[in-house]
C-alpha cells in the first residue's frame, strides 16, 4: 500500500463497525501498520453490548448490558430488538478484525453474536 490517505477523509468517511482491540498486538504481528493519527474522531454515539452469562449449557443469554462510549452501563437482561444491533464490547484480537472486514463476522463467536 503506497498510498497516503487524507486521514481526515478517512476518519469522515462510512464506518463498517466497531471494536475494541489493542492496535500495537496488530502493528508488531503486522497485520497492519501506522499511517497517521487523527484527533477527530467524530461523533461517538456507538452501543456497545457485553454479557456476563458464561454459562455454556445456556443457548441464550439472559444477561446483557449496554453502554455507549463513555456512558453508564445499562443491564437489560434480556437481549431485545432495540440492542440487538450493538456492537461486541469485548477486546477483539487483531486477526478477528481482518476477519470481520473481509466476511462481516468474527471467526470466533457464534453467527449473530
Not at 489493542?22 to 484527533?39: D, P, Q, Y
Not at 474522531?41 to 452501543?47: F, K, M, P, T
Not at 440487538?84 to 478484525?97: D, L, M, Y
Request: aromatic share 12%; hydrophobic share 40%; net charge negative.
Amino acid at each position: 500500500m503506497d498510498d497516503s490517505p487524507d486521514l481526515e477523509d478517512v476518519v469522515a468517511d462510512h464506518v463498517d463497525f466497531y471494536a475494541h482491540t489493542v492496535l500495537m498486538f496488530g502493528i508488531t504481528e503486522n497485520i497492519w501498520r501506522k499511517v497517521g493519527k487523527s484527533r477527530n474522531v467524530g461523533q461517538l454515539n456507538i452501543l456497545f453490548r457485553g454479557t456476563n452469562d458464561f454459562d455454556k449449557s445456556k443457548k441464550i443469554s439472559e444477561s446483557w448490558f449496554v453502554w455507549e462510549v463513555s456512558g453508564p452501563v445499562r443491564t437489560v437482561g434480556k437481549l431485545i430488538r432495540e440492542f440487538k444491533c450493538a456492537e461486541s464490547g469485548s477486546v477483539v484480537p487483531a486477526e478477528q478484525i481482518v476477519s470481520r472486514i473481509k466476511t462481516g463476522e468474527y471467526a470466533f463467536w457464534h453467527p449473530g453474536y
